[in-house]
Nanobody
Framework: QVQLVEFGGGLVQAGASLRLSCAAS????????MGWFRQAPGKEREFVAS????????YYADSVKGRFTISRDNAKNTVYLQMNSLKPEDTAVYYC????????????????WGQGTQVTVSS
């Protein structure tokens, strides 16, 4: 199993940047594909980005493409989400997720989740 803890959320103004980190412990980090999801109040959890086991491939939701970048450092057991040009509609709790076999956009397919970190973007 793997345990996930997110860091880096906060309150920023529109146009600012934030970098989220997700630290993993437990099983070998490179055994897991990783994803970032977010959930705004009253809305369903939605896919943000994902990255394959050694970072060879990355995938993004259309709403964040060109603004957000997912990356991973397997030596540090950490996955990152660099968020630039933030918009008020990016406000949500951001979760990282891990799965040994899946790296797509369906959140129900991921087996392991962090507790989430709040990102609030003011206009």
């Amino acid at each position: 199993q793997v345990q996930l803890v997110e860091f880096g959320g906060g309150l920023v103004q529109a146009g600012a940047s934030l970098r989220l980190s997700c630290a993993a412990s437990g099983r070998t980090f490179s055994s897991y594909a990783m994803g970032w999801f977010r959930q705004a109040p009253g809305k369903e959890r939605e896919f943000v980005a994902s990255i394959t086991w050694i970072g060879a491939s990355t995938y993004y939701a259309d709403s964040v493409k060109g603004r957000f970048t997912i990356s991973r450092d397997n030596a540090k057991n950490t996955v990152y989400l660099q968020m630039n040009s933030l918009k008020p509609e990016d406000t949500a709790v951001y979760y990282c997720a891990a799965d040994e076999n899946y790296y797509g956009s369906r959140y129900l397919e991921y087996g392991f989740w962090g507790q989430g970190t709040q990102v609030t973007v003011s206009s």
